[in-house]
């Protein structure tokens, strides 16, 4: 599992060897903080759209600033792990950027996925993806599937009666 987890100077190479080859590959970005069964639906079908799946996956810092100061749940390297044990999911790579934009534009993938829950122009690197002859495409999102949703749930049913 752990050697689908690629620095991005690294990845870079494996990408650049994997295109001269003719490989389609996909890329993809997200926190993945609490794995659920959204993120796996939405993973297997963005790697269904091409013969290599990225995943760019934020850390804790880019996380905190998204998403607030008790974010995420689980530190960056065991979100990578997790992910990277997905049959689907061929590399992973964190990185520290608010957005994926850099990794996005080194990367040059030929296509990019996010979920239903963004608009295309909301979408960060879609003109640079479809400017190199890329597509763009967007996955349904699955109802009630979300971290938040998650958290909230447990906090519910876990929180201390008076």
């Avoid at 044990?85 to 296509?111: A, M, N, Q, R, W």
């Amino acid at each position: 599992m752990k050697q689908k987890i690629k620095t991005r100077k690294g990845l870079l190479k494996i990408i650049k060897d994997l295109k001269a080859k003719g490989k389609r590959i996909v890329f993809t970005n997200g926190c993945f903080d609490l794995l659920h069964i959204g993120h796996v639906r939405y993973l297997e079908e963005a790697k269904a759209l091409g013969d290599v799946l990225v995943v760019g996956v934020n850390s804790d810092t880019s996380v905190r600033k998204l998403k607030g100061p008790k974010r995420p749940i689980l530190p960056e390297e065991e979100r990578a792990e997790i992910l990277s044990g997905l049959g689907c999911v061929d590399y992973v790579t964190l990185f520290d950027e608010i957005d994926p934009l850099k990794l996005i534009t080194s990367l040059h993938p030929d296509v990019l996925v996010k979920g239903g829950d963004w608009a295309k122009e909301q979408i960060v690197g879609s003109e640079e993806v479809e400017r190199s002859g890329g597509e763009v495409f967007i996955i349904p999102f699955v109802k009630r599937a979300s971290t938040s949703n998650l958290i909230e749930t447990v906090l519910k049913r876990y929180e201390k009666s008076t």
